[in-house]
Every structure is written in C-alpha cells, then in structure tokens.
C-alpha cells in the first residue's frame, strides 16, 4: 500500500507559537511511518514557511537559518508543497511534496482563526480540523458567546470591548465593566488561547492592568464575571457530523486560575480524569458540548471547557478551542485516553475525518447549472 502522505505544520505568527511546537512535537511522533510519509513546514513568527533537515528541532533552537522557504499553491490544480529557490534566472519553484492531507499543528491567530483553513480551501486540499466559519467562530470569544446565547447554551455575563475603547476611555470601560457586578473579573483577548493574555482582576487597578495586557494581543477584549466558588470540567469532542464526546475531566489550578505557566511551564496543575461529578452532571455537560460544536460547524476535533458553580450547582460553557494543544500533558489527547482511544490511534481517526471531510467538500456542486 502507498502512504499516506502528510504534512504537519507548526509555528505560526501568534503568541501560541511555542505552544505549536510542543504539540507538533508529540504529532510528528504518534504519526506511524508504516502509515505516513510526513514533511515537516515550519512557519516563523514573521510568517515564512520553511522546511529542512530538522525542522521542528531548528524551529526550537532558533536556528531557522539553513532552511528553505516553501510555497503552497492557492489554486486547486495543485495539492504540493514547492521549495523557493534563488537561481541566475530569479526565484524558481520546485515541487517538495505531493500532500494527502495537511495536519495543522498550529494555535492562535493566524491558525486557529480561520485564516489558515481558508487557504487550504483556496488550495482545494484536505485538512485536520475545523473550517472558516467553526475556526473563526470558535476564536472569538465575542461572537461564540453570541452563538451560544442564541443556542440557548449557558455561559456566564460578558462584555466586548474594543481596544480604542480601553486606550481613549479606560475609566468608562471599568465602569461598564462594574455594572456587572462585584469583582472578580476576567479580561481576556477576544481572539488567542492558551491563557495568553488573560488577567483576573480582583480590583479596579487590577482591571485596569487586565485591560490594557489583553489590548496588546487583540483589538478585541472580552470581560467576563468571575464565579466565586467554581470548578473547572473539560471535555473532548470528535468527529465531523455526528461527533463523540470523551469523559470527562477536572482541572486542579496550582494558580489563581489554569494559566498559560500552570498549562506549559510547570506543569503543576493537577488533572483528574474522569472528573468526580454526578452522572447527570457529566452527561448534561457532554450534551452541551456537542452542541455547541454544531452550532458552530466544528469538524475533526476540539476541547470544550466549562465552569460549574458549585454553590448554585450550575454549568457554564467557557469555550472551544477547535486546535486544542496536543503536547504530553495536554487534556485533549488525556482525555480520549481515558476514554479507550490511544494518541497515535486518535491522529488516525482526524486524518480520517479530515479525508471525509474532503470529500463532503468535493460533493458539492460549485458551477451554475443551465
């Protein structure tokens, strides 16, 4: 039999960056070379695609510099990846790699978003994960929070807010902010993961602080009421029209709260797979999550966090990142462990959907008919 031939893609121009490598990492390792003839494409944090020798181990050492830039077609006629080459006669193509599915290993702005997923659809080829609308969506915290409102799926008091608003007039923002109630709030980057950017603030000089941090990696901020007494419960969702859902699990934050240091760093948050909830509770949790994933039209994969208010025994969906980290101490991949799939089988299976998901694609009829 023929391999399959994949190309993961990693790196990436957002402040996830590092995150993508961790995960790249533990892809590149699940993916079978029985099964797979894998090319490597790192993208820096200027936007250049490269490939060599190496590549993810160059991309963390920071030493990117023998590497040759790589080009994906936007046209359809292609489904390759092509090295840039300087010659006598000016910048040449040549063809790297014929590609069956693209796996973007990627998280963030410029990855996560959407605006990956629509060059993979302007190149017409298969890809992992989400579309343009479920990535899209799924980014911004602003519009999933209406989504979701309109799904009538639970999820606490929020405010949008722009960031000329914070930079022309913070103290009318904080007083927005306080008709929400009490402190503490929540001031995050409409459009980034991973916690990046994000700040509780258990006072007005603490808002003003959270403010002004998540304005420097998004225009759009999103201000969320605190819950005084909560738990933190994920779930992993998987699959293209009739998803599954996994156990689920509870997050121990070693901080105030599960922080970018806490998640990649240290490592230190405890996780506790299944999580110790009533049944109803999980199930009803379960139910949510596949949900939201179709409202939003996810496809391939994503994590679905929530909070539930222990004093009042409510549940609020939180998020869904449709490119959940895959690294060694993710909850993602933990979670569908637990549930009886292991990480190389589960790479299989999204390979799989993403194959499926092409096919859907192709399945529809893109000429007026006469």
Known sequence: MNKLRVAVIFGGRSGEHDVSLMSARSV???????????????????????????????????????????????????????????????????????VDVFFPALHGPFGE?????????????????????????????????DVMRANHIPIVESLLVLRGEIENDINRV??????????????????LGSSVGISKCNSRSDLAEGLMEAARYDRRVVIEKGIANVREIEVSVLGNEDPQTSVCGEVLPSRDFYSYESKYLDGTSGLIIPSQISAEMSNQIREYAARAYKAIDCAGMARADFFVD?????????????????????????????????YPQLVDRLIEFALERKAQRDHTERRRLV
């Not at 200027?46 to 920071?62: D, K, P, R, V, Y």
């Not at 222990?310 to 993602?332: A, D, H, Q």
């Open 28 to 98: 590149l390792a699940a993916l079978d070379p029985e099964r797979y003839e894998v090319t490597q494409v790192g993208i820096t944090l200027e936007g250049e695609w490269l490939n060599g020798e190496n590549t993810l181990e160059s991309f963390a050492q920071g030493k990117t510099q023998d590497l040759n830039r790589v080009v994906l077609p936007s046209e359809p006629s292609h489904s390759a990846l092509y090295v840039l080459r300087n010659t006598d006669h000016g910048e040449m193509l040549d063809k790297l790699a014929d």
């Open 113 to 145: 978003d959407g605006t990956m997923q629509g060059l993979l659809e302007l190149a017409d080829v298969a890809y992992v994960g989400a579309g343009v609308a479920g990535s899209s969506v799924g980014m911004d915290k602003g519009i999933f929070k």
């Open 174 to 191: 904080i007083a927005d902010v306080e008709k929400m109630g009490a402190y503490p709030f929540f001031a995050k980057p409409a459009n």
């Open 310 to 342: 222990v004093e009042m025994n409510k549940i609020y969906l939180n998020e869904l990142n449709t490119l959940p980290g895959f690294t060694s101490i993710s909850m993602y991949p933990k979670l569908w462990q637990a549930s009886g799939l292991t």
